[in-house]
């Protein structure tokens, strides 16, 4: 499964800093790209189950892609939202099915610093991605 051009932006971006830190202050700006969900999106239909922060997520359909928004109330998990989005939008429901979420989270090197949590939730959105998908 080939990268989509933002994806490849992302991982460039993410692997050319230093450390953490760097990575987290990239990681909020990134959080801040994100397309804001409208009033009436933030529902509970389009919630997030699983996640310990608010999460919510909406699909647009484009045949045979996917294309997706979210949004948080945590500022961090605005920005792992981002960087999930351009790896999965325009994908297949299959590709989205296949998609090896940790690899891809360590591809940036972020994964050593996801908590259990955060690493639950972010699959949670993914696993909610597919059933959207479906």
Avoid: K, Y
């Amino acid at each position: 499964m080939s990268l989509p051009a933002a994806a490849m932006q992302a991982r460039e971006a993410f692997t050319a800093c230093a450390g953490w830190e760097q990575r987290a202050r990239l990681l909020m700006q990134w959080g801040e790209r994100l397309e804001p969900l409208q009033e009436a999106e933030r529902n509970e239909h389009n919630r997030v189950q699983g996640c310990e922060s608010l999460v919510w997520l909406v699909a647009d359909q484009r045949t045979p892609a996917m294309a997706f928004r979210a949004t948080s109330d945590a500022r961090l998990l605005r920005g792992l939202l981002a960087v999930l989005l351009v790896r999965v939008n325009g994908l297949s429901a299959a590709e989205l099915a296949t998609l090896d979420l940790p690899a891809w989270f360590n591809e940036l090197g972020l994964g050593r610093q996801l908590s259990p949590s955060r690493s639950n939730g972010l699959n949670a959105v993914l696993q909610r991605m597919i059933a959207l998908a479906d």
